[in-house]
């Protein structure tokens, strides 16, 4: 069975011991919310950053502290193909003392924690779940927090990243930049959040809109009075309903400094219009902002309706393009979101090698991709973050986008002496990876499909070693097409520098002439499309910038053609 038993080297799960009541005392927000989070990681990493000197005080308004970094839902950890799994620093088996002090209610003073913690711990009521209320009768409404995915982030990493930007927008401008939320329809089988949105909140909630003022150094967010996906006047047992406006665990979470009500946004961008402040969207790209047009077929996203809707009701109101800003604010990884594209990048790996394990004559590739997607969920992944690209044979040679005009055509059967290709990801708690490799169906390569296999490569080795801070990817463009043979240079149809962005999407915003600077995380993919030999192949792997070069997530991976055929063997 080939490549059967082959595994990366993945990260190790940490076990951490359940101490409820310092979970709960954690939560400093005054009043008692369910459900009764548990998870002493959460000390070992505040007695961390205090050692590190960090500043582990909520900011802003009250916040619930208990922003944990949660330990990855996966039930195959411990299973023989290995696992990616987070944090794997973090591995406290005992509680640490904690001496510095929080920021509570601006009515309170400093106060040293082992006293908060005393006090509330021994004042403070068990929380109690929606689940459990009902078996005693209370009512049963839902609460965010009874059904949220609780992301690794502190409010000071949310808080973070919108002062940034809003300090990015008050350098090019000034105004209000807009972030609506997705509309609550689904997203496969789930729901999931926009990702500036979610960038600046880390809230899965619906029909709501974010502001970041940089009039007024201010962050609002309308929200709806509940989530309408909850009620169901017919079917009251079944739809209990779940407010959102006066949920304050709900506000603990990013750290805002305001919450309106969703019925009040159209009134504040009158407002904001009549006293002639800039409104700005994230265009996609750069350059003036294009008020889109009412499409005759199909139908426009939240923010591309949002932008047309105030183009229509106020001709008079400055809009303006925020792409740019967006961009610099999120090419930069901070450290908690590249531990979860590592374990994104780890996932992937292991479902290519799942995969890989069932090429051969006769298997076709919707197989293929069942088995890689399956593996991907055994390993955490809450949703595929595109559909996977494996294709082979003729197949191979055209863009996803042909593939996809017609149903079968993703369906082939493979045969012998061709090649497959898959281009695929995972998703863990919002962060994508986007990985890609060529395997021969017969477990060998021919010396034409070796010699093209050498061309994508050295050109993908050459953008790798020439990355560095303070080069800019339209510098990594010149260099691979240096590496590349003049020849072979029109079968090359990757444009840009052969690669793009990743985070919370497949292609994060990015500018090609920005110096890079570490943390960025981007993809290396020298696509060769030769239809006159009728030989495609790729190789696509993810990697970081670091201080003085960079570090490939999927270099534990098989890669190079000797490599592929011992895996397959």
Request: proline fraction near 7%; aromatic fraction near 8%; charge should be negative.
């Amino acid at each position: 069975m080939r490549a059967r038993g082959h595994v990366l080297p993945v990260h190790e799960d940490r076990r951490r011991p359940e101490v409820p009541d310092l979970a709960w005392a954690l939560r400093i927000i005054g009043r008692p919310f369910g459900p009764h989070g548990r998870d002493a990681g959460l000390a070992a990493r505040i007695g961390k950053d205090v050692a590190c000197g960090r500043d582990v005080r909520a900011p802003g308004i009250v916040h619930e502290f208990d922003l944990k970094l949660q330990r990855q839902r996966r039930t195959s950890s411990c299973g023989p193909r290995g696992v990616a799994c987070a944090d794997a620093r973090s591995q406290a088996t005992t509680v640490p003392t904690l001496a510095p002090v929080f920021r509570m209610r601006s009515t309170l003073r400093l106060l040293p924690v082992s006293l908060v913690l005393g006090a509330i711990a021994a004042s403070a009521p068990t929380p109690v779940t929606s689940q459990e209320s009902e078996a005693v009768g209370a009512p049963t409404e839902q609460r965010y927090g009874d059904w949220v995915r609780r992301l690794d982030f502190r409010p000071q990493e949310y808080q973070y990243r919108r002062s940034n930007m809003i300090r990015l927008l008050r350098e090019s401008g000034g105004g209000v930049f807009i972030a609506p939320s997705s509309d609550g329809t689904t997203h496969g089988d789930t729901f999931r959040q926009l990702e500036d949105f979610w960038y600046y909140t880390g809230l899965e909630v619906p029909n709501s809109v974010l502001v970041l003022d940089a009039e007024n150094d201010r962050s609002i967010l309308f929200l709806p009075d509940t989530d309408y996906r909850f009620e169901n006047p017919g079917r009251e047992n079944d739809f209990p309903g779940r407010s959102l406006l006066d949920d304050f665990q709900l506000r603990s979470i990013a750290g805002i400094e305001e919450y309106r009500d969703a019925a009040t946004f159209e009134r504040y961008i009158a407002q904001r219009v009549r006293s002639r402040t800039p409104i700005r969207f994230n265009g996609g790209r750069g350059g003036s902002l294009q008020i889109p047009d009412l499409p005759a077929f199909g139908a426009l996203d939240p923010t591309q309706t949002l932008l047309y809707r105030i183009s229509q009701a106020h001709p008079t109101a400055r809009l303006a393009n925020a792409f740019e800003e967006i961009a610099m604010g999120r090419m930069v990884k901070s450290r908690y979101e590249l531990e979860k594209m590592r374990i994104a990048a780890d996932a992937t790996a292991q479902g290519i090698l799942s995969a890989a394990a069932q090429v051969r004559p006769g298997v076709d590739e919707r197989s293929l991709q069942g088995t890689f997607e399956a593996t991907c969920r055994s390993l955490g992944s809450q949703s595929i973050p595109f559909t996977p690209i494996i294709k082979s044979g003729p197949n191979s040679l055209w863009p996803w986008r042909v593939l996809a005009a017609h149903y079968d055509r993703r369906n082939r059967p493979l045969e012998s002496d061709e090649l497959v290709i898959m281009d695929v990801g995972c998703e863990i708690d919002g962060y994508v990876s986007d990985v890609g490799r060529t395997f021969p169906v017969s477990g060998t390569f021919s010396d034409v499909q070796r010699e093209k296999m050498m061309v994508s490569i050295g050109a993908a080795d050459a953008i790798i070693a020439a990355v560095r801070p303070g080069v800019t990817l339209r510098e990594l463009t010149a260099v691979a097409y240096a590496a590349i043979p003049d020849h072979e240079e029109r079968y090359m149809q990757t444009p840009s520098f052969f690669g793009h962005h990743i985070g919370l999407n497949a292609g994060d915003p990015a500018l090609i002439d920005e110096p890079l600077e570490p943390g960025m995380v981007f993809t290396v993919e020298p696509w060769y499309y030769n239809h006159d030999l009728q030989i495609a192949v790729f190789v696509e792997d993810v990697i970081v910038v670091t201080e003085d070069g960079a570090e490939v997530l999927t270099r534990g991976l098989a890669r190079t053609p000797d490599e592929i055929e011992a895996l397959m063997r």
